[in-house]
Each structure stands twice: as structure tokens, then as C-alpha cells.
């Protein structure tokens, strides 16, 4: 096999495309800065225990792992950021008041999370700790949103698809030999399997049966909720859901066509409440997940309310079109003061400036070379190329 030769799903960035993500980050980074929110830089590996602690199966499925030779305990590649993130609210930062935090960096998968996609995401997010109250979904969710528009797409092209673990956790509760059965559910009801579900139900009190063989069928425009509220029994855990669930489209009206999936369980471990995706045209997987995760702070010690999204700029990035080669401005090598100085103020006022290394001609995918900077009668003076 040739040295140079990647593995599955691991792939370099090249210029352009590498730029569009570069350039995507700062946009969304500062743009979470404009709301409020802090930097944090989470280490790429750090021990198994604390980095999968609360995160649930499929993290763990997804992280590598290895011995660290200096201590000889096990490490764990992160795969996804946020449980860093709430180890760093929960016991670095340890403040009392509301936090919110961003972050973007390298995770590692293990496998890919979907179709065409990398092992390899840059993941950017941010998260709110501390208000259990819907204002911060409701936040959290607007500043996703306005990362797609940030990335060019108009509310026509985004769809955002609204679910809530409180509908299926409410049918458990009153149902012992439903609860007993939980994780086979929650795989049945991400797959719409509904002779799946009619099977293993067959021992159900009869609600339980009836709403969770209603769930698959409750999906589609904003309209499902009042047919969610005839169908499904009248818990207090559901009439709370699909309440946030009501307030959540409300709000996202106008931003995005909004859809509504009380089977769309993906994350169902580790979320606590509403959970929203976001899709683009161009991408068969959702381009960002988010929801509220209440519970991921307890395996810390600290237990805080939280919420958060996250998405791949790399995924993202790829559905842009190529930028426009920037015209910049070649120069010839030389140590001149006066060109050197010519230069820098060029430089200064935003130009990019190329010197020609001697023997060499210039060739670059993001830079078009249209002017020149030449010497006449004593001065470094620019003229147009072609």
C-alpha cells in the first residue's frame, strides 16, 4: 500500500476548501461572541472516565481508544465536545450564575455518522448551563439557525425537525414491562418499525401500546401537535413536550420550515428534552443536532440545567461553491529597503502580495495574480496584468 495513502472516511483539506471552513468558524465563532458566548479550547484526549462519563452508548461506539505509556490508563479520543464542555462548566469554571459556551475543534469518529461522511468532523458549537427554563432552547436553537445563514442559506432552504424524549419517557413511566424494554423501543421508534413495535408491546397496558404504535405516524408539519394531543394519552410529561414543542416551531417560523417527528429519537440517552436537526439541501444527514441535556453535569457532581447545539463546518463547508480567486498582486524577490517597504504598506492596507522566489512561476488555487508591482525610474509603482 502506498505510504501516502489515508484511511476510510479521513481525507486532507485543501486550500479552497480549507479556507471556506476557516472562514466559516470566525464568522460563527464571533457571531457567538456577539451573544454572550466564551471560548473554550477542550483537550483532544483525556482519560476514558471523564470523557465518556454521561455521554451515552453511542459516544462511546464511536470514540478511539489507547494506553497512555506515561500513567498506563486508558485514554479516549473525544468524538464529540459537549460532555468536555459541561466537565469545564461543572468544575473549572464552577460559577452559580448562567454560562454559555462555545468551542471548535477536531473529534474523532471511530465510524462515520452518516453518508459520505468524514471521520474526521470539525465540530462547532455552543451550549447554555444553568436555565432550565425554554428561553434557553429557544435561544440556542435562533443562534443555529443563524449559523446556516451565516453559511448563505435562506429560511427556504433549511428545515428544521423538532423532537422531545419527555413523550416516550412519560409513556414508560406508568408501564414496568415497557420500561424494561427501553432500548429496543428507542431503536423500533428511530427506525419506524411498527410491526417491530406491535411485537414486542404485545404485554403493554393497553395506552401504552396505542401511543407507542401512534408515535411512527406522528411526523410532518407543525399540524402533528394537535393530532399528537388526541392520540396520546394525557400525561403531564407529554402535555408539557409537545407544549415546548409548540413554543419551539412558534418561534422558528419564518427562519426555517419547520417539521415535527415524535419518533425522531436520535440522541434519546443523552438528551432530557427538546431536541431539534437542521437540514440542508445537498446533505442526506442532518448538518447540526441540538437539544437539552439536563443530566450529562450529575456524572461530574455538579448537576446543571443545559442546553446546545453542534454541527461539521467541514460537512458544511463542502456544499458551498468555490470562493472567487482574490486578486492580489505579484512582486520580485529582493531585499531592497524600498521594496520591502513598498511591500508591507501594501500589505497593510489588505493587498495580498506574492513575491516570485527566483526561477519559479506562481500557482496557487486561491489567488489571481492581476497586477505587478514593478520598479521605474526609481519607484515600485503597480501596473495591471492582461
Known amino acids: 500500500m502506498p505510504n501516502w495513502l489515508l484511511p476510510e472516511n479521513i481525507a486532507d483539506v485543501l486550500p479552497s476548501e480549507a479556507r471556506k471552513t476557516e472562514e466559516l468558524r470566525r464568522l460563527m465563532?464571533?457571531?457567538?461572541?456577539?451573544?454572550?458566548?466564551?471560548?473554550?479550547?477542550?483537550?483532544?484526549?483525556?482519560?476514558?472516565?471523564?470523557?465518556?462519563?454521561?455521554?451515552?452508548?453511542?459516544?462511546?461506539?464511536?470514540?478511539?481508544?489507547?494506553?497512555?505509556?506515561?500513567?498506563?490508563?486508558?485514554?479516549?479520543?473525544?468524538?464529540?465536545?459537549t460532555t468536555q464542555v459541561a466537565r469545564i462548566d461543572a468544575h473549572l469554571l464552577n460559577r452559580d450564575s448562567v454560562t454559555r459556551l462555545c468551542y471548535a475543534g477536531s473529534v474523532l469518529h471511530t465510524r462515520p455518522s452518516g453518508l459520505h461522511a468524514t471521520r474526521e468532523p470539525l465540530q462547532i458549537g455552543a451550549e447554555i448551563y444553568g436555565h432550565a427554563g425554554l428561553e434557553a432552547d429557544a435561544e440556542v436553537q435562533e443562534l443555529a439557525l443563524a449559523s446556516l445563514a451565516l453559511a448563505g442559506f435562506g429560511a427556504d432552504q433549511v428545515r428544521l425537525d423538532l423532537s422531545h424524549v419527555g413523550v416516550l419517557r412519560a409513556l414508560l413511566a406508568g408501564d414496568g414491562a415497557a420500561q424494561k424494554d427501553e432500548a429496543a423501543l428507542y431503536t423500533l421508534l428511530r427506525a419506524k418499525d411498527t410491526p417491530g413495535l406491535d411485537a414486542i408491546s404485545v404485554s403493554y397496558a393497553p395506552a401504552t401500546r396505542a401511543a407507542l404504535l401512534a408515535l411512527p405516524g406522528l411526523y410532518g408539519d407543525i399540524d402533528v401537535l394537535a393530532r399528537a394531543r388526541e392520540v396520546l394519552p394525557a400525561l403531564p410529561g407529554i402535555t408539557r413536550a409537545l407544549a415546548e414543542l409548540a413554543a419551539l416551531a412558534g418561534s422558528a417560523l419564518g427562519r426555517a420550515d419547520v417539521a415535527i417527528d415524535l419518533a425522531d429519537l436520535r440522541g434519546y440517552q443523552y438528551e432530557s428534552g427538546a431536541m431539534f436537526a437542521l437540514y440542508v439541501p445537498g446533505l442526506p444527514n442532518a448538518v447540526a443536532r441540538g437539544g437539552r441535556y439536563d443530566h450529562v453535569g450529575e456524572a461530574f457532581g455538579r448537576a446543571r440545567p443545559a442546553t446546545g447545539f453542534s454541527l461539521d463546518l467541514r460537512e458544511l463547508a463542502r456544499l458551498l461553491p468555490t470562493a472567487e480567486r482574490k486578486h492580489s498582486i505579484r512582486a520580485p524577490w529582493g531585499n531592497a529597503p524600498e521594496l520591502r517597504e513598498k511591500i508591507a504598506q501594501l500589505r497593510k492596507a489588505g493587498e495580498v502580495v506574492i513575491q516570485s522566489l527566483p526561477g519559479h512561476d506562481n500557482e496557487q488555487d486561491e489567488f489571481e495574480c492581476d497586477r505587478v508591482l514593478v520598479l521605474e525610474n526609481s519607484n515600485w509603482i503597480l501596473k495591471n496584468l492582461g
Request: aromatic fraction near 10%; glycine fraction near 10%; proline fraction near 6%.
Open 29 to 81: 465563532l464571533d457571531n457567538f461572541r456577539s451573544y454572550g458566548y466564551e471560548l473554550v479550547m477542550p483537550p483532544l484526549l483525556e482519560y476514558v472516565e471523564s470523557l465518556l462519563t454521561g455521554a451515552g452508548q453511542d459516544t462511546e461506539l464511536r470514540s478511539f481508544k489507547l494506553v497512555d505509556p506515561m500513567s498506563g490508563r486508558m485514554l479516549g479520543l473525544r468524538a464529540d465536545m
